[in-house]
Nanobody
Framework: QVQLVESGGGLVQAGGSLRLSCAAS????????MVWFRQAPGKERDFVSA????????YYADSVKGRFTISRDNAKNTVYLQMNSLKPEDTAVYYC???????????????????????WGQGTQVTVSS
């Protein structure tokens, strides 16, 4: 049974930093893409960043490029999202998700869609005050 458990959310002032973690268990994630989404109140769940488990290749939404960094620790089966220069508009529940994504889908609109993912964590709240 696949489990994804997020942690690291909290309250931070604008300009501050947080690091989110997603601990994955229940299977081998070789070949998987691990993704962070976020959802603000009353809004849709939006793609934030993705990383290919095997190669470590990364991809970011334009809104976070240059501020957020996704990484993974294969030995710990954990994916991280380092968030710097946080803005109030980054306030949301952040979710970790995973699925097998073919090479033709990488960086595509489909990959950025929540419907593409079978496995989800419970989410962690990030609140950025102005």
């Amino acid at each position: 049974q696949v489990q994804l458990v997020e942690s690291g959310g909290g309250l931070v002032q604008a300009g501050g930093s947080l690091r989110l973690s997603c601990a994955a268990s229940g299977r081998t994630f070789s070949g998987y893409v691990m993704v962070w989404f976020r959802q603000a109140p009353g809004k849709e769940r939006d793609f934030v960043s993705a990383i290919r488990w095997n190669s470590g290749t990364t991809y970011y939404a334009d809104s976070v490029k240059g501020r957020f960094t996704i990484s993974r620790d294969n030995a710990k089966n954990t994916v991280y999202l380092q968030m710097n220069s946080l803005k109030p508009e980054d306030t949301a529940v952040y979710y970790c998700a995973a699925n097998l994504i073919g090479p033709g889908t990488w960086r595509s609109p489909a990959m950025r869609s929540p419907s593409e993912y079978d496995y989800w964590g419970q989410g962690t709240q990030v609140t950025v005050s102005s």
